[in-house]
């Protein structure tokens, strides 16, 4: 059965950072990429970031110059360095997982940034 289970999140102030861990098991086929999305109270859930190889790399215009995401060596374990956050970053964030043949969600971990 898959799993995808995130950590790192945190109550931080405003310009802080905090990374991101989702670490993926279970997983029978090739991972076509993870990513990151986020649902802050009373909006929708966001694209935040995407990575599909280490040189391929997709992000929010909202993010881009501030997270960065990246994958371990195995490809199994995704991060999301973030930087310089602001409050409006608040959100809980979601890893996501795509196969060639299914899309998987982790539970999200909360991150509040105080101004």
């Known amino acids: 059965q898959v799993r995808l289970v995130e950590s790192g999140g945190d109550l931080v102030q405003a310009g802080r950072s905090l990374r991101l861990s989702c670490a993926a098991s279970?997983?029978?086929?090739?991972?076509?990429?993870m990513a990151w999305f986020r649902q802050a109270p009373g909006k929708q859930r966001e694209f935040v970031a995407r990575i599909y190889t280490r040189e391929n790399t997709d992000y929010a215009d909202s993010v881009k110059g501030r997270f960065t995401v990246s994958r371990d060596g195995a490809g199994n374990v995704a991060y999301l360095q973030m930087n310089s956050l602001k409050p409006e970053d608040t959100a809980v964030y979601y890893c996501?997982?795509?196969?060639?043949?299914?899309?998987?969600w982790g539970q999200g971990t909360q991150v509040t940034v105080s101004s």
């Open positions: 996501n997982l795509r196969t060639n043949y299914a899309e998987y």
């Open positions: 279970g997983i029978t086929y090739n991972i076509k990429d």
